[in-house]
């Protein structure tokens, strides 16, 4: 019998309704803070008269669930048992060691964590950091990335960089793709490949990729949390190029060489119009740009201008079309130029009535 089963006894093993071991040791936080709750919550509906773990800091993650605990077990008289003694929270004396005991804990795990995160930083710096293999390659012992040896998979990488090369835009690779009904290969979740039908965003990561130049790279997101509603949401925002952690060219085989990878890259930025405010209301007379949604899809209709003087105004579901090359859904617009004619023979009516009236 060890030492901690000898303090349960001591303080009644066969009245324990909860002994917790390691209970809150591991795990991810938000499985430690589920964890964490259903113990606070046991505790105030009287279920526990101790709670026991091997070594009683390990509650202390977060200060304020370990504050809480301690509050809540000393209204309750409910003691805490580590390996080295049982504590009781309604002594002064016992509820000041705990709370040193959860200060100096939450302290050593921040700090752990930190230099656990700064060493990853260091090692992604040396370029050795390498978390999964995209498509077209497989990661080895080592951690170095290698080719796939599925030539198939291989040439289908380099048709979509040649065929680039040779119409000049993303999207005339990816409807030559849809013409053809050829297939791109894509990682599953689990590391497979698999051949699918491409799509606008999977062609375009593939040829802004750093990794298909033989360069590797790190840190070229961050996650933000932004507020709303009092509830927090995690966006991911990419970062510009100077911003990245690490860029490394020529660590591994690339399918393009880096000079040519720099200007499909360019390629590409010359290419994309208002990059910068991409969500934003054009300077044209549509009052509802951005605020409709496709009855059949729920993409958002689009906004074009036609006619001989460009007064033809026109809104359209081609959001299918251009990104994964389906049929076209709805279209309809009117001439804004006779609508503000009308409007404006409608108000002078409305005007020249009013003053025969008075």
């Given amino acids: 019998m060890g030492r901690t089963d000898e303090m349960e006894n001591r303080v009644g093993a066969f009245n324990l309704s909860l002994i917790l071991r390691q209970l809150l040791g591991a795990g991810t936080p938000r499985e430690w803070k589920n964890r964490a ?12 008269c101790a709670v026991a773990a091997r070594e009683v800091s390990r509650f202390a993650r977060n200060s304020r669930e370990w504050q809480q605990l301690v509050e809540v077990c000393r209204v309750v008289d409910t003691v805490l048992i580590d390996q080295e003694m049982v504590y009781a929270p309604r002594l002064s004396n016992d509820r000041l060691l705990l709370g040193l005991k959860g200060s100096l804990n939450e302290y050593e795990l921040d700090w752990l964590r930190q230099r656990s995160v700064e060493a990853r930083r260091e ?7 390498i978390q999964a293999a995209p498509i077209g390659y497989i990661k080895t012992e080592d951690q170095r990335l290698e080719k796939d040896p599925d030539l198939r998979v291989q040439q289908a990488i380099l048709l979509v960089f040649r065929k680039f090369a040779e119409l000049g835009t993303v999207r005339q690779t990816l409807m030559w793709f849809l013409e053809h009904g050829l297939e791109v290969p894509t990682r599953t979740p689990r590391g497979e490949a698999r051949w699918k039908r491409p799509v606008y965003r999977s062609m375009h990561r593939m040829l802004t990729s750093p990794i298909y130049g033989g360069a590797y790279t790190y840190g070229k997101t961050e996650q933000l949390v932004r507020y709303d509603g009092g509830k927090s949401r995690y966006l991911c925002r990419r970062k510009p190029r100077e911003q990245w952690l690490a860029l490394i060219p020529g660590v591994h085989e690339g399918y393009v060489s880096w000079e040519e990878f720099e200007r499909i890259a ?42 001989s003087g460009y007064d033809v105004l026109r809104y359209s579901c081609i959001r299918g079309w251009l990104d994964n090359g389906e049929p076209r859904c709805i279209a309809f617009g009117r001439s804004w130029r006779k609508g503000i004619r009308k409007e404006t023979q409608r108000n002078r009516i409305k005007a020249t009535m009013t003053i025969v009236q008075t």
């Fill in 37 to 48: 709750a259903r113990v606070v919550a046991e505790v105030c509906l009287g279920k526990v």
């Fill in 123 to 129: 090692k992604a710096r040396r370029g050795e950091l």
């Fill in 266 to 307: 360019g390629a590409i930025r010359e290419n994309t119009q208002g990059e910068h405010h991409p969500g934003a209301v054009k300077n044209g007379q549509a009052l509802l740009t951005r605020l409709l949604r496709c009855s059949r899809c729920g993409r958002k209709l689009t906004v074009r201008y036609t006619g």
